[in-house]
């Protein structure tokens, strides 16, 4: 039986985490260690910091192959599949990527006030003001051919007055405060990521709950952060909902930040059961904490029509396909909707070559719990759904849904994120490119759930019509989504460090959507709107997380990280050589 599907990010089931709940007596304890040290947290000197960031590092390096190991094991990945480059990449790699980018911003801080732009800023013909904060460095030009990262600032802020919005708390000094970090279960650098960002961003002491998915990685964090454990300023906790919910409720606990479902913000904000919803309904919030969150989305990817060649549809039926096969479509960045016009004599032809990278790809375990239902409930919907590949037990197919009614606005594939192995395709009619691109717009902002995160793939002899090069930038503009992707899956926002992640601002408490607030975001700006990528139409060397890129990735991250550990340009070629190879 499938279980019940409603909108949004679904409601995972409750599970015993690998590590014993903490008792109530242990968090108490927890809190009160972290509020003791809060005033203190905030006058450790910015240098003093810059050394301690500096111990992460080396703590984080000495636990990486453990912490590969762990997630490799409680995934049921082999050590030599190519999908062991996964967890280097959203481990050690990112984790190790962020901390050397929170160092330089600190000792930026410390020279100059503010964290250094690495780019130009501009003034958008809009009015917005965009800072290009990727490539941060020389290594970042090399290894990401031809990719650049911008940050655009909320309507309202001038060149003049941007590095004023940089680095707020080491500036205004605001008083110390306990926040609270409810981790995720999927990926698993998105914890420590958290961690930092309300630390060394927001400058405040942590208490940080485990996901019980994966609270197998809790004492390596206690290893890797005892830099900051030591000194009081970190705890971690362990535990599932009812530890979550005690501790949201606990009168030290000032803010929260959760990734995960809208589900749980709202049961955070508003509480459970008929008195949740009542309160919902009415809009006011069982609690007056500061909320943030990272809640999910239905993301699309806008495809254009254009002269593809047979190369470049098998290029891009390879990236839109590791933008769900990519942790076995446990992510809340995976694509969902593919988004087409109808009239495009190739469209039958990409969906064609992501059917055989697809076919190719091994099923993976779907180890995140209530998986096989909530697969269930959209095939259930979609009978025709294609079931790719043949999964052993515990595991499930990739699943595609083509030709979704664009008109079935409740359709469970626009309304609910698919947290699984599947993803739809729909197709709109439109008389020119450029009215496709504005229809495709409209459809992702207005029918699509969410705005985290959405990519266009256009070739570069479609812009050379001037309507359709209009289009494009209307929207980049226009789209509702925290970052936008041009030719590069929009997720990778999640990994650059400089680059924000998190919703698009605006999401009402009673309509949270994809959540309040931004992560990541190293170069410390407090009002930013999106963050927009733009990349190459095709790639040399074809990015080793593609998922037909062999054993690419595993070589690649695993030295990245030691690369961002420490820095040197003797590291280059050997990382080139894994990338150019297989």
């Known amino acids: 039986m499938a279980i019940a599907t409603h909108p949004g990010s679904p409601q995972f089931p409750a599970m015993l985490g690998s590590v014993p709940p903490s008792s109530e007596e242990a968090m108490d304890a927890a809190v009160r260690d972290v509020r003791a040290r809060k005033d203190a947290w905030v006058q450790v000197p910015v240098r003093a910091r810059v050394r301690l960031v500096e111990r992460l590092m080396g703590d984080f390096d000495a636990i990486g192959a453990r912490w590969v190991a762990a997630c490799l094991e409680a995934k049921s990945i082999p050590a030599s599949a190519p999908a062991a480059g996964e967890e280097w990449a959203t481990g050690p790699y990112t984790v190790m990527r962020h901390l050397r980018q929170?160092?330089?911003?600190?000792?930026?801080?410390?020279?100059?006030?503010?964290?250094?732009?690495?780019?130009?800023v501009t003034t958008l013909a809009n009015g917005q003001v965009a800072a290009r904060v990727f490539p941060q460095n020389m290594?970042?030009?090399?290894?990401?051919?031809?990719?650049?990262?911008?940050?655009?600032?909320?309507?309202?802020?001038?060149?003049?007055?941007?590095?004023?919005?940089?680095?707020?708390?080491?500036?205004?000094q605001p008083p110390g405060k306990v926040a609270l970090v409810l981790g995720a279960g999927n990926v698993s650098n998105i914890g420590p990521l958290d961690v930092l960002y309300k630390l060394f961003t927001e400058d405040q002491v942590v208490v940080f709950k485990t996901n019980p998915v994966n609270a197998y990685l809790g004492p390596l964090i206690e290893e890797a952060f005892r830099a900051l454990i030591e000194p009081g300023y970190l705890r971690v906790v362990y535990g599932g909902a009812r530890e979550g919910a005690y501790l949201c409720h606990h009168p030290d606990i000032e803010e929260i930040h959760i990734t995960g479902s809208d589900k749980t913000f709202d049961a955070i904000v508003f509480g459970t059961g008929p008195e949740g919803a009542a309160r919902k309904a009415a809009g006011t919030p069982q609690l007056s904490k500061r909320v943030t969150g990272e809640l999910g989305n239905v993301s699309p990817v806008i495809v254009v029509p254009g002269p593809w060649s047979a190369a470049d549809l098998r290029y891009h039926g390879a990236h839109i396909a590791s933008m769900l096969t990519n942790n076995a479509g446990f992510n809340c960045n995976a694509t969902r909707v593919i988004v087409q016009h109808a009239g495009w004599k190739q469209r039958d032809a990409l969906l064609r070559h992501m059917r055989e990278v697809l076919a190719a790809a091994p099923p993976r375990q779907a180890y995140y719990p209530g998986a096989a239902d909530h697969h269930a409930s959209f095939v259930a919907a979609h009978p025709e759904a294609e079931q790719i590949g043949s999964p052993g037990a515990g595991a499930l197919p990739w699943t595609l849904v083509t030709g979704v009614d664009p008109a079935r606005e409740d359709d469970i594939c626009f309304t609910t994120e698919a947290f699984c192995s599947l993803f739809a395709e729909t197709a709109l009619e439109a008389g020119s490119v450029a009215e496709y691109i504005d229809h495709a717009v409209a459809f992702c902002n207005d029918q699509l759930w969410g705005t985290l995160n959405a990519t266009i793939l256009v070739h570069p002899a479609s812009l050379k019509d001037t309507a359709v090069r209009a289009a494009l930038e209307r929207a980049v503009?226009?789209?509702?989504?925290?970052?936008?992707?041009?030719?590069?899956?929009?997720?990778?926002?999640?990994?650059?460090?400089?680059?924000?992640?998190?919703?698009?601002?605006?999401?009402?408490?009673?309509?949270?959507?994809?959540?309040?607030?931004?992560?990541?975001?190293?170069?410390?700006?407090?009002?930013?709107?999106?963050?927009?990528?733009?990349?190459?139409?095709?790639?040399?060397?074809?990015?080793?997380?593609?998922v037909n890129r062999g054993s690419a990735g595993r070589k690649v991250f695993r030295k990245l990280a030691k690369l961002e550990k420490s820095p040197s340009p003797l590291k280059v070629p050997s990382i080139v050589a894994s990338a150019l190879g297989g």
């Open 102 to 120: 929170t160092k330089e911003a600190l000792a930026d801080i410390a020279r100059s006030g503010r964290p250094r732009i690495p780019g130009p």
């Open 477 to 546: 503009a226009n789209l509702r989504y925290g970052t936008v992707g041009i030719n590069y899956w929009a997720g990778a926002s999640f990994v650059l460090g400089t680059t924000t992640w998190g919703a698009y601002p605006g999401h009402a408490l009673t309509d949270i959507q994809s959540g309040t607030g931004v992560v990541h975001n190293t170069l410390m700006f407090a009002r930013p709107q999106k963050t927009v990528l733009r990349s190459p139409f095709r790639v040399t060397p074809t990015p080793p997380w593609f």
């Open 139 to 172: 290594y970042d030009a090399i290894l990401f051919t031809g990719l650049t990262a911008d940050v655009w600032m909320e309507p309202g802020v001038t060149a003049a007055e941007l590095p004023k919005t940089q680095a707020v708390a080491y500036h205004e």
